[in-house]
C-alpha cells in the first residue's frame, strides 16, 4: 500500500499535536503535600546565586562537588531545615559561614522547599518512560 504524502504529513501532524497537548497537560511534579511560596522561591534562587552555594553544591545533581546535592536536603529525614541554617550560618572545616539576614536565609530555605518539590537527586528514584522521558519511581 502507498500512503499519499498529505496523509503522511496529517498523521504525523496529529501525532505532533496529540503529543504536544498531552506533554502540556502533564503535572510537573508527582510529589504531594510539598507547598513553599513560589515568590519567596524565586528570590530565593537569586541568594542561592548571589552567594554563589552552586560553585560547591550541586542542584539535581548539576554544580561543583566540594559539598552535597542538596536538592533534596529539605526532605531528608536527618538535615531539612534546621541543618540548612545551621550549616550556613555555622560552616564547617570545609564549608565557609555565611553571614545572611534573616529574610535572605528564609528565602534560601524556601527556595530549597522549591528544588525538592520539583526533581530528585538520586538517580535511583527516576526511571525513564517509554517516551524517553524521566519520570519518579524505582528504577527496575
Ligand atoms: C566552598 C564551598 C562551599 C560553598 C560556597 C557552600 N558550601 Fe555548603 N557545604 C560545603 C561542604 C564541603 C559541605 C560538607 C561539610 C561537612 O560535612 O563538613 C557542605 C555542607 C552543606 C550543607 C549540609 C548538607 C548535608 O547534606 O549535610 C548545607 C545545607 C549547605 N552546605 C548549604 C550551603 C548553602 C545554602 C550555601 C550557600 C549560601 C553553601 N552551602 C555554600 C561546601 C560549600
Known sequence: MKLKPIYVFLILSAS???YSFSIYIKPLSTKENTTFNKKMASDG????QY??????HQLY????YLGPDLTNVISNP???EKVIRAMVKSGTKQMPAFTLS???MDL???YLKS???SGSADLRKLKINNFGMIEEGERK
Open 61 to 64: 545533581n548539576l554544580g561543583g
Open 16 to 18: 505532533f499535536l496529540w
Open 78 to 80: 536527618d538535615k531539612g
Open 102 to 104: 534573616d529574610n535572605e
Open 115 to 117: 528544588t525538592d518539590a
Open 108 to 110: 534560601l530555605v524556601e
Open 45 to 48: 534562587q537569586l541568594v542561592w
Open 51 to 56: 552567594y554563589n552555594c552552586q560553585s560547591c
